[in-house]
Nanobody
């Protein structure tokens, strides 16, 4: 079984910082792409940032320059450093990993349970 566990959410004032972490555990052969998504009330889930196994990154335009995604392949972990947070960043943030559980299995996407980030003005 594969588990993704997020940590690091919380409440901050505008301009503050938070660091989210995602730990992947269980049956893991190889993790390919990883990413952070968010979903605000009444809105669709959107991709915030993603990172390939080799470290190439991609960001939502509105977080470019404020957020930084990173991963540790040896530890099966991924972080999201969020700086200069704005009220519009308020959402539940989800970790996603596209991985192969065994050497013979196909890659599938897995989700964490989500962590709340609240930014007040």
């Amino acid at each position: 079984q594969v588990q993704l566990v997020e940590s690091g959410g919380g409440s901050v004032q505008a301009g503050g910082s938070l660091r989210l972490s995602c730990a992947v555990s269980g049956s893991i052969y190889r993790i390919n792409n990883m990413g952070w998504y968010r979903q605000a009330p009444g809105k669709q889930r959107e991709l915030v940032a993603d990172i390939t196994r080799g470290g190439s990154t991609n960001y939502l335009d509105s977080v470019q320059g404020r957020f930084a995604i990173s991963r540790d392949n040896a530890k099966n972990m991924m972080d999201l450093q969020m700086n200069n947070l704005m009220p519009e960043d308020t959402a539940v943030y989800y970790c996603n990993a596209f991985l192969r559980a065994t050497v013979s299995s196909e890659a599938n996407g897995y989700w964490g349970q989500g962590t709340q980030v609240t930014v007040s003005s």
